[in-house]
């Protein structure tokens, strides 16, 4: 029996293990030096879910974004609510390898087109130069990127460009 709540508590599930799987690597997920900021506001959510859809090919509704810090930059994964929706798993993978693609030559214009180009973090990772080891890994339902760096400006860039993305997204994301 499949019941209609079933892929929302298996999100929990999933979210859950993963923050336990990179809790052992992420000592400084809750570093004093980058406060968590507080959830946008709704009207705002609703802003960037609505540019969202014009940039990301996947269903924001169907979809969740994870971001973890780690000690060396952090993780974004991204996957399907319904580990069986194999449309929006092949949407989630070739826009997170678009993407990977352009993170790595500097060019964040999509984040910027649904953030802004005042989102934290942004201009600082636009410059990076190189300086920070971009990698993609499919998952079963979707899609992880991985940031590291050495540089401790890139790092802390990052933290607070993965911090305006949870609070930009609302329900669609988490820690």
């Known amino acids: ?21 990179t809790a052992p690597i992420s000592g400084c997920a809750n570093d004093s030096s980058t406060p968590t900021p507080p959830p946008a506001s709704s009207s ?11 940039v990301m090919p996947f269903d924001l509704d169907r979809t969740t974004h994870q971001f973890s810090k780690t000690d060396t930059g952090g993780v974004q994964t991204v996957v399907a609510d319904d580990p069986q929706d194999a449309t929006q798993i092949t ?3 070739q826009h997170l390898t678009a993407e ?13 087109r649904i953030h802004g180009n005042q989102m934290p973090g942004l201009e600082t990772l636009r410059a990076h130069g190189g300086r920070i080891t971009i990698d993609y890994t499919t998952t079963p339902d979707g899609g992880r990127v991985t940031y590291t760096t050495s540089d401790a400006e890139l790092r802390d860039a990052l933290h607070h460009w993965f911090d305006a993305q949870v609070s930009d997204h609302g329900q669609h994301a988490t820690r």
Not at 4 to 19: E, M, N, V
Not at 44 to 54: F, I, L, N, T
């Open 1 to 21: 029996m499949n019941r209609p709540d079933q892929p929302r508590i298996r999100r929990a599930l999933l979210l859950a293990a993963a923050a336990a799987a």
């Open 91 to 93: 949407l989630i993978r």
């Open 100 to 112: 990977v693609d352009r993170f790595r030559r500097g060019d964040f214009t999509d984040p910027a």
């Open 44 to 54: 705002r959510q609703a802003e960037v879910a609505e540019r969202g859809a014009s």
